[in-house]
């Protein structure tokens, strides 16, 4: 093989997907697999593999400098270690060790927020933004930090979890144990369930008639549907939500000072109807001082942020 590549791979709980790409994120290769963890870590790790290997020989001719993967959960960006997925089933799990042994590469593991947060620096939203937050909003809440330049990981890793931030104390329970978390209030499961709630309490909405009456069918997308029709049940959950996630972003910035704040995620596809209050919410809570001339705009890598995160990890960690 001739010119110099990196394989970046986004390990989640549904899908396992990869790709070859330069050291620019230019993607040469692409592959994916479901990751169907019930069938045991062995038969995922097997996975993991395939899907390093099928991008290396698509590379065309590209010699693969090592592996970068993000992973969801609790990992120790350190020492390689998926410590909890529950999505996954995984505690404990030595990935970067077991992975680098089977490929004959140099691997670097890493949180999949964390890792989208430097692809958003390096090739997307973030380019020449050195103090930035991008939170991530789907199932869950994620969120990566970084300032003067470089990720911030804390003392063993587990910087910015702000999904278990704690906005509302008496607010719903969240999976974590605790009340009240972002995640438990404006996450696509918390929209979902919020809008349900209104509609058993007896506010009518297009919401049941776009899932013919199956409220089980109900998720953060179909709530956006109805809110773009101008259902007024809809709305007001999301705007809701936006409120929250403004609440969290004004405790970031007072915390962190970012110039930028980018917000990607299958919920940020909303659009304007959560940017709104969202950036509403900023205005009127974060010190004019502090907040003057950050921005807060949608994340540009969509679905390839994981990936393209996994690159950007490799690159950081492996010159260190």
């Avoid at 209104?198 to 956006?224: F, K, L, M, N, P």
């Avoid at 109807?273 to 009127?284: H, K």
Wanted: net charge negative.
């Amino acid at each position: 093989m001739t010119a110099e590549a990196i394989v970046g791979i986004d390990l989640g709980g549904t899908q396992i997907r990869s790709v070859l790409a330069t050291p620019e994120g230019t993607i040469l290769a692409r592959y994916k697999t479901l990751t169907v963890p019930n069938e045991g870590q062995a038969a995922v790790l097997e996975r993991i593999v395939r899907a390093a290997e099928a991008v290396i020989l698509q590379g065309r001719g590209r010699r693969p400098r090592g592996v970068g993967i993000g992973s969801a959960g609790a990992v120790d960006p350190h020492g390689g270690t998926v410590l909890a997925a529950t999505n996954l089933g995984w505690y404990g799990v030595p990935l970067q060790s077991m992975l680098s042994e089977r490929l004959g590469l140099l691997v670097v593991v890493g949180n999949d927020a964390n890792a989208a947060a430097l692809a958003e620096r390096r090739f997307g939203a973030g380019q020449g933004a050195d103090n930035l937050v991008y939170m991530t909003i789907s199932t869950g809440i994620g969120a990566g930090v970084v300032t003067g330049g470089r990720l911030l990981l804390g003392a063993r890793g587990f910087a910015g979890e702000v999904g278990h931030m704690t906005i509302e104390p008496e607010g719903p329970p969240c999976p974590c144990g605790n009340s009240g978390c972002l995640e438990a209030l404006a996450s696509g499961p918390a929209i979902a369930c919020a809008a349900l709630a209104r509609i058993d309490g007896g506010e009518a909405s297009t919401i049941s008639d776009i899932v013919g009456g199956d409220h089980t069918q109900v998720s953060a997308e179909v709530v956006a549907r109805a809110a773009a029709d101008g259902d007024a049940v809809a709305t007001g959950v999301i705007r809701r939500a936006g409120f929250y996630i403004g609440v969290c972003l004004v405790n970031l910035i007072h915390l962190f000072e970012p110039e930028l704040i980018l917000i990607g995620g299958g919920v940020a596809q909303i659009g304007t109807l959560l940017f709104d209050p969202i950036r509403a919410t900023v205005r009127e809570r974060a010190i004019p001082a502090i907040r003057e001339g950050v921005r807060i705009e949608p994340a540009a890598l969509g679905d390839d942020a994981g990936m393209l995160g996994a690159i950007a990890l490799f690159q950081e960690y492996s010159r260190d």
